[in-house]
């Protein structure tokens, strides 16, 4: 299981502690995760990555960790082949390959040795190109796409994508669902935020890391109208993301004289997350484009009302009407009016919460996840070596 720099750490540790109930042999090859070192061993797994699992475990400036983690990654990528060049593992399952942004070929380089000694790679498409990039990677992930043995992907919509803009296969391609995260954490053990001002006070909440593409701007300016409407609302924004950006939007937030949000920026660990979603009232995901969501995934888990955009990939787990409320990308009206319309009518969040309780996002997901995996294994071991 190839993370090597741990940048989906928690879906990596969800589906490898999956595979391992489902008797699949498998070796975690990630280092440990900076922001929560614990994300592994909690899961009760060990670490693979090669050689060293040193910089993950401190604390340390963003320009020393990212030239370290080069480094050391470097190292592990030589001590694994080393390793496979005299016992390959017969398959490589890559969760995300990061040098490629950087346009650097190593990691091209250690997937194509890892097929030159056998083994067969499948690729997980968590992005199926770096968000807000237009088309700059497209020919490298182009490449990528093509030298895997099996992609999988987390919805009908990017296996479209990946047929129609990149020329993949059909048979190639598998679809799984992103499984949910947090929700086997025990409430008992969460930490009191005292996120309410008063105990009738309803908390909307948007949590993830902090990209443009997932509207955070947007949603901002619909609570501008919602607070003109409602005084027992708070908004709740919890994650972190470039400095720049974090600015941008503490800048909007004054200039829109906003009183009743909370613009917690910085990475809150799990158990705060957990203690965060139960407090919240509703969960809004007001993205302007997605290829996958674990935030989505981690507020169907926990049963929370949603308002979310209506594009594609949230479609085919969300319903209008029925589990969420859907609306335009980008329109700010309707945003603010589906909050609104939430927020004044519980009747209807009950609804969404009975809907989706029915489907029973959680273990069970990561169950089924696992088993739809270990197929994709079985079927590219039982194939040729591709060209």
Same mark, same amino acid.
């Given at each position: 299981?190839?993370?090597? @720099? ?13 595979? @391992?109930?489902? +008797? ?20 009760? !797994? ?10 993950? $475990?401190? *604390?340390?400036? &963003? ?5 370290? &983690?080069?480094?050391? +990654? ?8 080393? $390793?496979?060049?005299?016992? #390959? ?59 895997? =043995?099996?992609?999988?992907?987390? *919805? ?15 048979? $190639? ?33 948007? %949590?993830?890391?902090?990209? #443009? ?7 901002? +300016? ?12 708070? !908004? ?5 993301? *470039? #400095? ?15 009183? $009743? ?18 407090? /919240? ?19 169907? /888990? ?7 955009? =209506? ?9 209008? +009407? ?19 319309? @939430? @927020? %004044? ?5 009950? &609804? ?17 996840? /696992?088993? &739809? ?11 040729? *070596?591709?060209?």
């Amino acid at each position: 299981m190839m993370d090597l @720099l741990a940048i989906v750490p928690y879906y990596t540790a969800y589906l490898s502690r999956a595979l @391992l109930s489902e +008797n699949i042999s498998l070796q975690v090859g990630s280092i440990s995760y900076y922001l929560d070192p614990n994300c592994f061993r909690a899961r009760g !797994l060990q670490l693979d990555p090669g050689l060293l699992d040193i910089v993950g $475990r401190y *604390s340390l400036p &963003k320009t020393a960790r990212r030239i370290l &983690k080069l480094a050391e +990654n470097l190292l592990n990528m030589a001590a694994l082949s080393v $390793r496979f060049l005299f016992s #390959p593992p017969d398959i490589v399952h890559v969760q995300y390959l990061p040098m490629l942004r950087w346009k650097t070929p190593f990691d091209l380089w250690f997937v194509s040795f890892c097929q030159a000694r056998g083994a067969k790679i499948v690729l997980t498409v968590h992005d199926i190109m770096p968000h807000d990039t237009a088309d700059t990677y497209k020919d490298l992930f182009h490449n990528l796409y093509h030298r895997a =043995d099996a992609l999988i992907c987390h *919805s009908e919509s990017i296996k479209t994508r990946l047929i129609s803009e990149f020329d993949i296969q059909p048979g $190639r391609i598998s679809v799984i669902p992103h499984g949910p995260f947090f929700y086997d954490l025990p409430a008992d053990n969460a930490p009191q935020l005292h996120l309410k001002a008063t105990p009738t006070e309803q908390i909307v909440l948007w %949590q993830g890391i902090i990209f #443009p593409y997932k509207g955070v701007d947007l949603l901002l +300016n619909a609570w501008q109208k919602i607070e003109s409407q409602i005084e027992n609302a708070r !908004l709740v924004v919890l994650g972190t993301g *470039s #400095p720049d950006l974090l600015q941008q939007l503490r800048d909007q937030a004054a200039r829109l004289h906003l009183q $009743r949000v909370k613009l917690d920026f910085r990475f809150a660990s799990t158990e705060e997350l957990v203690a965060t979603y139960r407090t /919240a009232e509703i969960v809004v995901y007001p993205y302007r484009a997605i290829t996958t969501s674990g935030a989505l995934a981690t507020g169907l /888990a926990f049963s929370k009302p949603i308002v979310a955009s =209506d594009l594609p990939v949230f479609r085919e787990l969300l319903t209008n +009407n029925e589990n969420a409320s859907l609306v335009p990308p980008t329109d700010v009206d309707q945003l603010a009016q589906a909050i609104l319309h @939430l @927020l %004044q009518n519980p009747g209807e969040r009950q &609804k969404y919460i009975t809907a989706l309780q029915t489907k029973n996002f959680g273990a069970q997901s990561w169950i089924s996840i /696992a088993q &739809k995996t270990a197929q994709v294994y079985a079927t590219v071991l039982s194939q040729q *070596s591709s060209t």
